[in-house]
Structures are given as structure tokens and as C-alpha cells.
Nanobody
């Protein structure tokens, strides 16, 4: 069982920045593939970013490429999402997820565990 706890959400003006954190339980965090997804009211949960366990290979949705950065600190069992140049359309609940097996990074059905989410609101 893996437990994931997100933090760092909040209210920010357009153009601002936030850093989300996701703390994971488990002794083998370094082997987990980690992803961030988001869900706006009335919309489907969508892929934001993912990072593999080895070599820090990263993946991004086109809508956040160049603005968001995913990273991980295996010593702290934590994955981060640095969000810069935020836009009102980034407003959503943000969820981190883990995959213990090989995965397609943007496929939410291939993740095994999910956090409860943290809310991000970007005002115009």
C-alpha cells in the first residue's frame, strides 16, 4: 500500500507561481513512477506531468510545457510540481499518483495509487 499526500495548493494571481509537493510512503519510493493530474469542475481528470524512477525522465502535457516542472527527491520520498506563469485555466484540483509498474505516463488508468488532491485557484 502506498499513501500519497499532496500539499502546496492555494490562491494565486495569474502570472504567479506555486510549488506542489506530494509525500509518499513506502520504502521503495525511488522505484515508483510518479505523475501529476488535475481536474477542473465538470471536467475529466487530465494528465499534467510525470517522472520516471530512473534518470529522471519527464513528460508534460502540451498545455503546461515550458511553465511547469516535475521533479523528485528520493531521499525525502517526495515529488514536486513547480508551476510558473500560472493562468486562470490552470485552476483545478491537483492530484499526484504513483505507478509501481511500467506505464504510459499520461494514462490515468495505469496508476495504482492516488492522493486526495490539493486545490489550486488562479485569479485573473
Amino acid at each position: 500500500q502506498v499513501q500519497l499526500v499532496e500539499s502546496g495548493g492555494g490562491l494565486v494571481q495569474a502570472g504567479g507561481s506555486l510549488r506542489l509537493s506530494c509525500a509518499a510512503s513506502g520504502r521503495t519510493f525511488s522505484s515508483y513512477k510518479m505523475g501529476w493530474f488535475r481536474q477542473a469542475p465538470g471536467k475529466e481528470r487530465e494528465f499534467v506531468a510525470a517522472i520516471r524512477s530512473s534518470a529522471g525522465i519527464t513528460y508534460y502535457a502540451d498545455s503546461v510545457k515550458g511553465r511547469f516542472t516535475i521533479s523528485r527527491d528520493n531521499a525525502k520520498n517526495t515529488v514536486y510540481l513547480q508551476m510558473n506563469s500560472l493562468k486562470p485555466e490552470d485552476t483545478a484540483d491537483y492530484y499526484c499518483a504513483s505507478s509501481l509498474y511500467d506505464f504510459t505516463p499520461n494514462n490515468k488508468y495505469e496508476y495504482d495509487y492516488w492522493g486526495l488532491g490539493t486545490q489550486v485557484t488562479v485569479s485573473s
